[in-house]
């Protein structure tokens, strides 16, 4: 028995392309984004660009509600496959191979438009604090 999991986050380098297979199974690949979680003191962090692929409905949504530059998180399998090239050169493709997509972060910031509050609510400022009183930290945690 094996374990084959992988879960990313990270953002559309283009928009996907929805295509269909020569049975009408509908497909698309697409390449994500992902910054790594270490970065040496004084450099700069490094990206790793990850291929992926997604069928039938999955293709569908992301194509449908993800964009070049949205942040996605995917779940799926790690695979490698083997193939010649139009040159004949033996290559080597590994990509990951998308059961679930997500939205990772909130229509308002994917589209880097402000804050539109709904109609009815008041205007609240940041400098407004109402009824609470700060109280001061002594230090002495409660718990």
């Not at 939205?103 to 109609?119: C, D, G, I, L, V």
Request: negative net charge; aromatic residues 8%.
């Amino acid at each position: 028995m094996s374990l084959n999991i992988v879960a990313l986050m990270g953002r559309l380098v283009a928009n996907p392309e929805l295509k269909q297979t020569q049975s009408g199974i509908a497909v698309t690949s697409f390449r994500i984004a992902c910054d790594r979680s270490y970065c040496k003191q004084g450099e700069e962090r490094q990206t790793d660009w990850i291929d992926c692929t997604a069928w039938r409905s999955n293709a569908e949504f992301i194509c449908k509600y993800f964009g070049k530059g949205q942040l996605i998180a995917v779940q799926g399998e790690l695979q490698t496959r083997n193939y010649t090239d139009r040159d004949g050169n033996k290559r080597k493709a590994t990509e990951v191979v998308v059961s679930q997509a997500h939205f990772a972060e909130s229509k308002k910031e994917s589209n880097n438009s402000t804050y539109q509050k709904p109609k009815g609510q008041p205007d609240i400022s940041a400098d407004d604090t109402g009824d609470f009183e700060e109280i001061p930290d002594d230090g002495d945690l409660p718990f």
